[in-house]
């Protein structure tokens, strides 16, 4: 079965600076997606970047980028420039591509909780 | 386009008693999930729907739990007899399959509190 760890339960930056959430996984899917979302007080949750497990350029949306390991099964999200919005709780998590067997689930970690101080 | 849509918002009820939530997919999104969100084991997959049919419901706790999409558009969570442990947020999220999509779009969630 596929799992997703994030082993940081809570993280904390500084208004501007850049902070990195980590996550691995486990699957022995070839083909497959890694998502960071997030979870603000609304609850409402916000897909923030995705990364397809083919391509090995690191996935970047505006402020947030990944570093995505494959070999090493490690998805890590960078925000750069952090602002007060940015706080939440961030979810990594992981689906199978059609035709992969577990195809259709979504697994998420047991995400972190980013404070952002002023 | 008004994303996914669920109701109620918040549902406070006593414990032995029916709750049903409901779920309005994205138009066109031909799969669908229901995600119990909980302090103690976070997020979790309930069941999923691809084209109105079940396909995986080994996420359902008990038989408490039942869910049905009658059409593309509707979907509902049954819990009958709710008990206090089944206080959770609960997400509908759908999702339109195809290669290289994969991105599930999330409704609001509905908070259920079992007194």
């Known amino acids: 079965a596929q799992t997703v760890t994030q082993s940081q339960p809570e993280m904390s930056v500084q208004e501007a600076e850049t902070v990195t959430l980590s996550c691995t996984y486990d699957?022995?899917?070839?083909?497959?997606?890694l998502f960071w979302y997030k979870q603000p007080p609304s609850r409402q949750m916000i897909l923030v970047i995705r990364?397809?497990?083919?391509?090995?350029q690191n996935a970047t949306e505006n402020r947030f980028s990944v570093n995505f390991q494959k070999a090493a099964k490690s998805f890590s999200l960078k925000i750069s420039d952090s602002q007060l919005g940015d706080a939440a709780m961030y979810f990594c998590?992981?689906?199978?591509?059609?035709?992969?067997?577990?195809?259709?689930?979504?697994?998420f970690g047991q995400g972190t909780i980013l404070t952002v101080h002023p | 386009d008004a994303g996914v849509i669920q109701s109620p918002r918040h549902e406070v009820t006593e414990m032995g008693q029916e709750v049903t939530l409901r779920c309005k997919p994205i138009?066109?999104?031909?799969?669908l999930f229901w995600y119990r969100q909980t302090m103690m084991r976070g997020l979790e997959l309930l069941i999923y729907?691809?084209?109105?049919?079940?396909?995986?419901d080994s996420g359902m706790p008990e038989d408490r739990f039942s869910a049905k999409m009658p059409n593309a558009s509707f979907s509902t969570l049954k819990i009958q007899p709710s008990e206090p442990r089944d206080s959770a947020v609960y997400f509908c999220?759908?999702?339109?399959?195809?290669?290289?999509?994969?991105?599930?779009?999330f409704g609001a969630g509905s908070r259920l509190t079992v007194l």
């Open positions: 998590a992981y689906s199978a591509n059609a035709g992969g067997t577990s195809y259709g689930k979504l697994t």
């Open positions: 999220a759908s999702r339109l399959d195809r290669y290289g999509a994969n991105v599930l779009t």
């Open positions: 699957t022995s899917e070839s083909d497959y997606y």
């Open positions: 729907f691809n084209n109105n049919v079940p396909i995986d």
């Open positions: 990364q397809e497990a083919y391509k090995q």
């Open positions: 138009s066109g999104h031909n799969s």
